[in-house]
């Protein structure tokens, strides 16, 4: 008798047996969450699995995607201020339920100490990639500003709220070009040779590392609470 | 008519017995990060009549196990989970996205005839 490892594999919303290389690092809130859970079945306690309380949101699946974007090397530096330009890119195709996607964020850890040797700051944008507009086209442009940040020193993983961006891109996949993202150098020119920015920007690039949290409800197993009057 | 009751000893009387899932013997410890099996129990046993008051039943159980005594084309009560309880999944799947689900009802914590 074979176990009909499709039916599990269905169960689980998977096509067929995943076969990673290796394991991806799980993120510290997704351990939390899964601690709580079985902390919470072991005193035999039913919390409300469609809600996901150490993050304040309703959902019932949590999932990180990796960045499976590319750098960008210009041949010409846009501004001489540039540091850094990434495609980040998420692939929302595995996300086959018509969930409703309630948080979304996006984490850029810039590295412990990756550009704590650049000088005084950092200036971060992030941008919707510009739809292609005609064929032929191949280097992607930033298009609208999502946000502009200041990074004056090394401050740890930064978060950016998506959910809009992401809401939009799980309705309609064919939006979902990424995310550009480019990072720049508030720099004193007279102190500072461009050529000195080289070294930095490398480290930068090698530390980098962009994921993004979603979480989605299934409002086929979580249903809206009836409200008493 | 008295109904006769049917013999059946406390050991194979309707009740929850252990079972235990691991997912390395199944090959799947490569994707599923966390847990590494569980507890998933099973109900298991006879639901005679004489004691289906007293096992945990519904009331229908109750009345197919009176039907089955007079008719025996009626099938017998069976031993069913009543109580079940949820656990939580964190796996990879094939796009290398981590993915942390609950499942409702995977975990056999009260058995009863129904």
């Known amino acids: 008798f074979q176990f009909p490892r499709y039916v599990f594999l269905q169960f689980l919303g998977l096509d067929k047996v995943p076969s990673p290389q290796k394991l991806q690092p799980v993120p510290s809130i997704l351990k939390k969450v899964l601690q709580d859970r079985e902390v919470a079945a072991a005193t035999g306690a039913s919390p409300d699995l469609c809600y996901v309380r150490e993050l304040g949101v309703r959902g019932n699946v949590l999932r990180l995607l990796p960045d499976q974007g590319f750098f960008l090397y210009p041949k010409k530096r846009p501004h001489a201020s540039s540091c850094l330009q990434k495609v980040l890119y998420f692939n929302l195709s595995a996300i086959k339920e018509q969930g409703q996607v309630t948080m979304a964020r996006l984490s850029l850890d810039l590295g412990p100490s990756s550009y704590s040797h650049l000088g005084p700051e950092l200036e971060l944008a992030l941008s919707l990639v510009q739809e292609p507009r005609g064929w032929g086209r191949s280097t992607p442009r930033p298009g609208k500003v999502l946000a502009l940040q200041s990074v004056p020193w090394p401050q740890g993983v930064l978060n950016f709220n998506l959910l809009e961006v992401a809401a939009d891109w799980t309705r309609n996949p064919q939006k979902n070009s990424g995310l550009f993202l480019e990072i720049l150098v508030k720099e004193d020119r007279d102190s500072r040779e461009s050529s000195q920015l080289e070294d930095p920007c490398a480290r930068l690039r090698r530390s980098l590392h962009a994921s993004l949290l979603l979480v989605t409800l299934d409002p086929e197993q979580c249903r809206p609470s009836w409200k008493r009057r | ?114």
């Open chain 2, 1 to 114: 008519a008295a109904v006769p009751a049917p013999q059946a000893s406390c050991k194979h009387l309707c009740h929850r017995h252990q079972l235990f899932i691991n997912f390395r013997d199944r090959g799947w410890h490569k994707w599923i990060i966390d847990p590494k099996g569980f507890m998933a129990n099973y109900c298991h046993g006879d639901c005679p009549f004489s004691l289906t008051t007293s096992l945990n039943s519904s009331n229908y159980a109750f009345l197919q196990a009176l039907m089955h005594a007079a008719d025996p084309d009626v099938p017998q009560a069976v031993c069913i989970p009543t109580r079940l309880s949820p656990i939580s999944m964190l796996y990879q799947d094939n796009d290398d996205n981590v993915i942390l689900r609950h499942y409702e009802d995977m975990v056999v914590d009260e058995c009863g005839c129904g």
